[in-house]
Nanobody, 115 residues
Framework: QVQLVESGGGLVQAGGSLRLSCAAS????????MGWYRQAPGKQRELVAS???????NYADSVKDRSTISRDNAKNTVYLQMNSLKSEDTGAYYC?????????WGQGTQVTVSS
């Protein structure tokens, strides 16, 4: 079983920054891709950013110029630094981890951007 625990969400003013963290624990050999998704009220869950075990990254167009995803493989932890936050960044942020055979999700952390 793999467990993901997210942290770092909260209330932030528009234009501000935040850093989300997600740590994986449990029994697994390796994790290939770790990522962050978000879901706004009434909308589908969407990819924000992902990073592979060798550092290849992928970003949603809406965040790529103001966000950085990084990863500490030794700690099985992924981070998402978001800057210049906008009200449309508000939502529940979910961490994911997958290795090709399974994909697991964290419980989610709420990010609210006030204007």
């Amino acid at each position: 079983q793999v467990q993901l625990v997210e942290s770092g969400g909260g209330l932030v003013q528009a234009g501000g920054s935040l850093r989300l963290s997600c740590a994986a624990s449990g029994r697994f050999f390796s994790i290939n891709v770790m990522g962050w998704y978000r879901q706004a009220p009434g909308k589908q869950r969407e990819l924000v950013a992902s990073i592979s075990s060798d550092g290849n990254t992928n970003y949603a167009d809406s965040v790529k110029d103001r966000s950085t995803i990084s990863r500490d493989n030794a700690k099985n932890t992924v981070y998402l630094q978001m800057n210049s936050l906008k009200s449309e960044d508000t939502g529940a942020y979910y961490c994911s981890a997958e290795n090709g055979r399974w994909k697991v999700w964290g419980q989610g952390t709420q990010v609210t951007v006030s204007s």
